[in-house]
């Protein structure tokens, strides 16, 4: 019993010799002149933080133990400490924000650990064997297993049949929410498979590749050091001959790799080559066999969708196709896109320039979060981080191979009376424009069906080839509206898309006579009874004037008050399409699409729309226009 107790207070000493010995790092400003004196700087100091720093302002972010700040002083650096014992701080944040909110949220100030992360992959797996398997890529240094996750229709094999996108996350330690971010992405696509079609499409014809943790030495030891969250290591942990610690595995790739520092303690230290560590080599080894026609290697923090190069100020020679998909997933989170060496300085040897210079993949960097959030966000925070970076893994997921768009309906009167409202008796045409937003061909079957007697269509389906990012106006399906069919009730046309081996649909409503106008003033926004999420709903303009339009809805308003004047209100421009280019229908109005947010947030809401328009340089504010969400 004594020996034991001897143990325990032996026990007790060790664990404080190991507290006692953990550096206290510091948020730091370092006050910087040029470049030369950053150079200087460099040598007392191993991480800077390039992101958050501005030479041109004259400033250095650092992080930054008691003892390089006493060399700092020494050296004649002005410096001030902005948040002391940023660890603490961050986990500190976490276990209050918990409390005050009562968040459900994993152990490690809101994250999960290592273990929980495992876990979570072995229950997806367990749960849903049909389309989710988890496997070792590798080991690590420390021989930890690195687990992935493959969510496919037969995730036991690789179909090579299948394109395959990439993500991966934590190559460096300390940025919790990236590791997050694909834990509950993958959540989210399994809780949506065999429910809606255009997931199930998904699963069903990629090969998903979800790797939550490059670095889980790194990760397990920022929990060792800080069980409630705000570990601050970023490297792996490979032991150095100098008894420093971890190579900065987002500069281990092989491509355009240089040895340009010597110093192990720095924190983008590149290592003696590329690949020298086991977690780029398994990365590498699995790159190699299951190569990604997309992919996205997440990390935090900077609300930034990034691209290659890293290494070059050169443009890449896709850099139209890079901006083109970027431009379209920073609408929906209003990060900042361009490359890795405009947003972030020089990159040698990073993840994203291996699978483009390598492979041709087409690989983005994001870094998820507000500078606020830091590395270890409070959890409350969980949530809307994800929901910033959600849609853009999911449309990347989708473009990662063939993916068809309908853009938009076209309707043109073939018989009947003239006007532009769907009448009993007469003979219309519907085309699609209909768009490949992937990024490898499109070869599909279309077909239009009615859900009655009441509207016959011919049912011949029609066959479209579309090379990447290609559109195209489809041929013309025709159909009749009966004599007596009545105009309460609106008609449903299902349109179905048959590629890469499945079918999915999409419906289109029919409402005869005119529609209703909520709004009648030089332009207004018609609204065909209530509408759905994602609806299009048509704007009409009179005249031919040279017109732009901007579009904003909101939950709230008054009618006293212009919707950009109130908070809350949502600009809606990058959904406006042209129904077509200058075109102008039978009473001589422009025609404009305004497709509705699809979030079913609005579900059973009631929004207000409202255009801004410009008619050769003269502003115009259409009345507001109340639309009731199905
Ligand atoms: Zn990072």
Not at 49 to 73: N, P, R, T
Not at 162 to 185: I, N
Not at 262 to 278: I, K, L, V
Not at 520 to 548: C, E, H, K, S
Request: with cysteine.
């Amino acid at each position: 019993m004594i020996i034991l107790r001897w143990l325990a207070v032996l026990l007790i000493f060790v664990i404080e010799m190991v507290a006692a010995t953990l550096p206290i790092i510091d948020f730091v400003k370092v006050q910087i002149q040029d470049r030369a004196e950053l150079n200087r700087l460099l040598q007392f100091v191993s991480d800077v933080d390039a992101h958050y720093s501005d030479l041109l302002q004259g400033f250095v972010i650092i992080y930054a133990d008691d003892a390089e700040q006493a060399m700092l002083k020494a050296a004649g650096f002005n410096f001030q400490v902005v948040i002391e014992n940023l660890s603490d701080y961050y986990a500190q944040r976490a276990a209050r924000d918990r409390q005050a909110r009562q968040a459900i949220t994993h152990s490690m100030g809101g994250f999960r650990t290592l273990a929980e992360i495992e876990q979570t992959l072995e229950r997806l797996s367990q749960t849903f064997p049909n389309i989710v398997s988890k496997f070792s890529i590798g080991k690590s240094y420390e021989d930890r297993d690195i687990w992935a996750i493959r969510i496919s229709d037969h995730p036991n094999v690789y179909e090579p049949s299948e394109p395959t996108v990439w993500f991966d996350a934590l190559h460096h330690a300390r940025e919790a929410m990236s590791g997050e971010s694909l834990l509950l992405f993958a959540e989210w696509l399994v809780s949506h498979y065999a429910i809606d079609l255009t997931t199930t499409r998904l699963i069903n014809s990629r090969n998903i590749l979800l790797i939550p943790c490059v670095n889980p030495d790194g990760y397990e030891y920022n929990r060792q050091q800080h069980p409630n969250g705000g570990g601050l290591w970023r490297k792996n942990r490979r032991k150095h001959s100098n008894n420093s610690y971890g190579v900065d595995l987002n500069r281990n790739y092989s491509w355009e790799w240089k040895y340009d520092s010597h110093d192990p303690n720095s924190g983008n230290y590149q290592g003696t080559a590329p690949f020298s560590e086991p977690e780029t080599a398994a990365i590498r080894d699995l790159l190699a066999q299951q190569t990604p026609s997309m992919s996205i290697s997440v990390h935090t923090h900077g609300n930034e969708w990034m691209y290659p190069w890293g290494y070059s100020a050169l443009p890449t020679p896709d850099d139209d196709i890079f901006r083109s998909y970027a431009a379209k997933i920073v609408a929906t989170n209003g990060y900042t896109t361009d490359t890795a060496w405009n947003l972030y300085g020089i990159t040698r040897g990073a993840s994203d320039d291996y699978h483009y210079g390598m492979y041709n993949s087409l690989a983005f960097t994001v870094e998820i979060g507000h500078f606020d959030d830091g590395f270890w966000p409070s959890p409350t925070r969980i949530p809307a981080l994800f929901n910033t970076v959600q849609p853009g893994y999911n449309k990347i997921a989708q473009w990662a191979g063939a993916w068809a768009e309908i853009l938009a309906p076209l309707w043109t009167e073939q018989q009947g009376n003239g006007d532009e409202w769907f009448d009993a008796g007469e003979i219309w045409n519907l085309s699609l424009f209909i768009k490949n937003e992937g990024v490898l061909p499109l070869d599909a079957w279309i077909s239009v069906s009615s859900h009655t007697p009441d509207i016959m269509i011919d049912d011949k389906p029609i066959n479209i080839s579309l090379a990447p990012r290609q559109e195209t106006l489809t041929v013309p399906f025709q159909f009749h509206l009966a004599d007596m069919i009545d105009d309460e009730i609106p008609y449903i046309l299902d349109i179905a898309i048959n590629y890469e081996g499945f079918t999915s649909n999409e419906f289109l409503k029919v409402l005869l006579g005119p529609p209703q106008i909520l709004a009648d003033n030089l332009a207004t926004i018609a609204v065909l009874g209530q509408v759905a999420p994602g609806n299009f709903v048509r704007i009409f303009v009179d005249g031919t004037a040279q017109v732009t339009a901007e579009v904003f809805w909101s939950l709230e308003t008054t009618t006293a008050q212009d919707l950009p004047n109130i908070e809350g209100a949502v600009y809606l421009a990058g959904n406006i399409q042209p129904l077509l280019k200058g075109m102008t229908d039978i009473n001589g109005q422009l025609n404009w699409l305004l497709q509705l947010p699809k979030s079913t947030e609005l579900s059973g809401k009631t929004v207000y729309l409202q255009a801004l328009l410009d008619f050769d340089g003269k502003p115009f504010v259409s009345k507001l226009t109340k639309v009731q969400f199905e």
